[in-house]
């Protein structure tokens, strides 16, 4: 299944590793760690509210996208949340 990220940007539900709320993200010292490592393409002008790591093959990329990470779980359908928005699976 393909996922739109926003704006002309889209990714496979397959190679999606994470969808990050971008506020915690940046504010949590090890999650700022790890993204240093990676490559992210701000997809829009607008503010990011969330960031989604893909890979494929051995190539990890970050998405900065405008669209919620709650938006996007439930739009990927790969993943389930709880009544307290935490990921079951």
């Known amino acids: 299944m393909i996922l739109h990220l926003g704006s002309d940007y889209f990714a ?3 190679n999606i ?3 990050l709320d971008y506020e915690e993200a ?7 760690l790890f ?4 490559e992210c393409v701000k ?3 607008e503010d990011p509210k969330s960031i989604i790591i893909t890979q494929e093959k051995d190539e990890r ?3 900065l996208s405008p ?3 709650r938006t996007l779980l439930k739009r990927s359908k790969k993943f389930e949340l709880n009544d307290e928005n935490r990921v079951l699976r």
Request: charge should be positive; glycine fraction near 8%.
């Open 12 to 14: 496979k539900t397959k």
């Open 17 to 19: 590793v994470m969808i």
């Open 26 to 32: 940046v504010s949590n010292e090890d999650t700022s």
């Open 35 to 38: 993204l240093k490592g990676i």
């Open 43 to 45: 997809i829009t002008e």
């Open 61 to 63: 990329r970050g998405f």
């Open 67 to 69: 669209i919620s990470a």
